[in-house]
Each structure stands twice: as C-alpha cells, then as structure tokens.
C-alpha cells in the first residue's frame, strides 16, 4: 500500500514522540504554530533547499530529528547528517538519535539491532531498508565524500572549517554527493548567525526566498514581524524587565502586549517571503515567538549583557 503524504508537521504530530533523554515534555509531539510550515517545507516536492537561520533552542535540533525519522520511516534512502566536529555526531547519536529510535513506535524494528560485531547499526552509522543514515564530523574530507546520497542534513554550519582539510569547503563536498539525486534530493542547512559578512548561514539565509513569521496585533489586527526595537520597558522602575511589554509596530495603534499576547499572536504567525522562491525556503525566527521565554527574562538578560561586546554578540546572535 503507497504510504499516505502527510505534510511533516501532520506526519510528525502523528508519530513522533518525545523523549525524557532531551526534552523537558515527554510524549506525543504537539508543534507551535510558528513551527509548521518549517516543518512541512521538507515534505514540499517544490523545494530543494531548507535554510533555519534560527535563535537557539527553537527549531532546529527538533526539525533534523523528525526528517531522519520520516526519512527512516517513509522515504527511505541515503542520509548524511554534518556537524562540526566528530564528538558533536557522537553526542547527537547517543543523546538524540537513540532515544528517538527507541521511543518512537514506528521506527521499532526498521534500523538494525546493535550488536557487538555488526556494522549496520553503529554510533555514526544506521542501516535501515531502502537507505541509511551517516554521521561525521565536518573537518576530513574523505567523511564528505565516500557515497551518493539523497538526504544532506547539515547542522551548526557557522562552526565548520573553512576547509575540509586541503579539499575545500565542507557543505560544498558535501552537496556534490546529491547530484545523482536532483529532483528527489533534499538539503537542510541549520545555524544562529554569526558575524554578518561571513556567516555561513546569513549568506544562505540571503540566498533563500527570506520567510519571517508575522503575527497579529491583538488590539488592531495589524500584521507584522517582532523586533527587539519595539520591545519597551520602564527605565525609572526598580525592576526594570518586570515591567517589559511589546509594542505594536502600527503608529496608529502602539497597544501593548503582554507575554500571552504575544505568544497568542506567535501561534497564528503566518510565514512571508521577501523574494521569490526558486526552490530554497529560508526561514528567519528570533526568541521574540518563543513560549519558553518572558520578555522580563530577555530584558534582564539584554541589561546583564549589553556592557561587554563579546557576551552582547551572545545575546544578538542566539536571541534575536
């Protein structure tokens, strides 16, 4: 029986579940709002390229983990998961990977049992019927180029190497290994931005097709995307980020909001493009829309921060 296609968000609210190992809720996995389309740019046969340019703890570790399963479960064939060193392929094996095969019940029985001498399932290797899934570390070459693949999953790329020893750059050999799979392929690059200029994935992100998530103001209606500009707070208050509220955007209105307000909003985003899309979906999203966090939590943090150039570069890069 064809298997039904489910756009990944649907597919993932279905069978995917949680882990204790790595999440703080355990379970069936509900999606945010803000999350789906992401999400379900994985499963669009129109779109070659996924870029997350995303602040920390969003999307971005839970978008690679639901693609391998649905590669595992649905649309088997040969995966490569990148990350900067091979310590970070090692720890994502053993703290995210094996968990999720375990837990999740339609991947039981589809990768191969571990067992002492076999090579079908290792740390950095997975064997499952119709495809595999490798892991390396981004710095040798020869992890880059040892086999044609359909799934490029590549993640953190702003700590890659500028060169994968003496070969180049590491997402360019990596992307030659998806040639014989033009059409069906898919590649996914993942980061916080770093310096802008020389950002792997500012420049990626500048590439794409440029989708933020805007949101309603809940007074006037008025669509549009969070800043930290509009975000305010009461100067003369012995608790400043206490007292920290979101501004409306809209002159004519300036409504304030409080956190449900401006979660409320951020579960209804609606994802817009700034350019047109030519097979590569980048999406853009700060801790601005993020449930787990107040804004009295990103002001102190801001106040904590903006001193020292080196922790504010903290703040910009993986909050906002």
């Known amino acids: ?98 968990p999720m095969l375990r837990d999740c019940d339609i991947l039981h029985g589809r990768v191969a049992d571990a067992k002492a001498k076999s090579t079908s399932n290792t740390i950095l290797f997975k064997k499952f019927a119709g495809g595999s899934l490798s892991l390396v570390g981004a710095q040798a070459p020869g992890n880059l180029a040892r086999r044609s693949i359909r799934y490029l999953l590549c993640d953190e790329i702003d700590k890659y190497p500028a060169s994968a020893g003496s070969e180049g750059d590491p997402i360019g050999l990596a992307r030659e ?45 008025r669509m549009q995307v969070l800043t930290w500009a509009n975000v305010q707070w009461d100067k003369t208050s012995l608790d400043l980020a206490e007292t920290a509220r979101y501004r409306c955007s809209n002159p004519a209105c300036g409504a304030l909001w409080n956190d449900l307000q ?46 020292d150039r080196q922790q504010f570069k903290v703040f910009v890069n993986t909050n906002l």
């Open 1 to 98: 029986v064809p298997p039904e296609q489910l756009p990944l968000s649907a597919w993932a609210e279905r069978n995917f579940v949680l882990s204790t190992d790595y999440s703080a809720k355990s379970g069936e996995l509900r999606l945010h709002g803000w999350q789906r389309e992401p999400f379900d740019a994985f499963t669009d046969p129109a779109i070659e390229t996924i870029v997350l340019m995303c602040g920390t703890q969003l999307l971005k570790t839970l978008f690679l983990q639901v693609a391998m399963a649905y590669v595992i479960a649905e649309q088997p064939g040969p995966a490569l998961l990148v990350q900067p060193k091979e310590d970070d392929v090692e720890q994502f094996s053993k703290e995210r990977l094996a």
């Open 177 to 221: 290994r998806t040639v014989t799979y033009r059409g069906r392929r898919k590649i996914v690059l993942t980061c916080s931005p770093t310096v802008k200029g020389t950002s792997r994935i500012g420049k990626a992100y500048a590439e794409s097709d440029q989708r933020k998530p805007w949101v309603p103001c809940w007074a006037c209606g």
């Open 262 to 307: 401006r979660w409320d909003a951020s579960e209804r985003a609606e994802w817009r493009p700034e350019r047109p899309c030519t097979g590569t979906a980048g999406f853009w999203i700060s801790h601005l829309y993020s449930p787990w966090k107040t804004l009295a939590e990103m002001v102190r943090d801001f106040l904590v921060r903006k001193g």
